[in-house]
């Protein structure tokens, strides 16, 4: 099974005291997601945010709805936290979310390892090209609640 890795940063303008918090509301992930995506949490709310928390959700990739199961696999605030795939359309998916503060405003940093059904054809024509424009809207939309001025 071929691992790809995906890196995205982005300062956001506010302290991590802020933003952290902001993450850490899983419904906020509805927010920041790209409508053509269809994201909706199932799980019902509130949802307390620690390791072992389940959070379920409904997707369309490329049209096709699919359910996916996630855990907080680790969860330190203010720091970071990960969450990993137990149900959904990769072989693998883990998402490192870390959160540094430089100068009162908060460095962003996401991290996916990921592996898909297919191989690195199917990475290369469509799986990293759709992570690649849901971090593009999730920039854009990060950029108007939390402008940086960088």
Not at 6 to 30: C, H, K, S
Not at 47 to 52: E, L, S, T, Y
Not at 112 to 118: D, E, F, L, N, P
Request: glycine share 8%; hydrophobic share 45%; aromatic share 12%.
């Amino acid at each position: 099974m071929t691992t790809h890795i995906l890196r995205f940063e982005q300062f956001l303008g506010a302290p991590r005291a802020t933003v952290f918090p902001f993450f850490a509301d899983a419904r906020n992930l509805e927010r920041i997601t790209p409508p053509w995506v269809h994201f909706r949490i199932l799980t019902p709310g509130p949802i307390a945010m620690r390791a072992g928390t389940l959070i379920d959700y409904r997707i369309r990739v490329r049209g096709v709805p699919l359910r996916w199961r996630t855990e907080i696999a680790e969860w330190d605030p203010p720091g970071h936290f990960v969450d990993v795939q137990l149900r959904g359309p990769y072989r693998l998916w883990r998402h490192t979310h870390s959160f540094v503060e430089v100068q009162g405003v908060t460095l962003c940093c996401d991290e996916i390892r990921y592996a898909v059904v297919g191989g690195a054809l199917v990475n290369r024509l469509f799986v990293q090209p759709d992570v690649e424009r849901i971090f593009a809207h999730r920039r854009e939309v990060l950029a108007g609640l939390f402008p940086s001025g960088k």
